[in-house]
Nanobody, 117 residues
């Protein structure tokens, strides 16, 4: 498996979760120049970008999560994180870790995040 997510779960509205994604089979020289990030897919909806972070550490966020979510990466540990605060029921989805380099995309298997009202 290229990417392994963890940290999902059930949380009440207004709560927080921290997602983590590891790339155990990716060598550092490939992980470091990659853009990595998170997408999510709710039931019956398309998979949409949540946040990405470039090799230079520049983040990009979907409008719906700006100010609530923070993406970060650790190039030594080959991990990417998503800190999610002030969660709302509309954040309920399967969250997928993503890595892109040279036009090739890699995906994790997803972790479920459920926010109860």
């Amino acid at each position: 498996v290229e990417l392994v997510e963890s940290g999902g779960g059930l949380v009440q509205s207004g709560g927080s979760l921290r997602l983590s994604c590891a790339a155990p089979r990716t060598i550092t020289s490939v992980f470091n120049p990659s853009t990595v990030g998170w997408y999510r897919q709710a039931v019956g909806k398309r998979r949409n970008m949540v946040a990405t972070i470039s090799s230079g550490g520049n983040p990009l966020y979907a409008d719906s999560v700006k100010g609530r979510f923070t993406i970060s990466r650790d190039n030594i540990e080959k991990r990417v994180y998503l800190q999610m605060n002030d969660l709302a029921p509309e954040d309920t989805a399967v969250y997928y870790c993503y890595r892109e380099l040279g036009g090739r995309n890699f995906w994790g298997q997803g972790t479920q995040v459920t926010v109860s009202s």
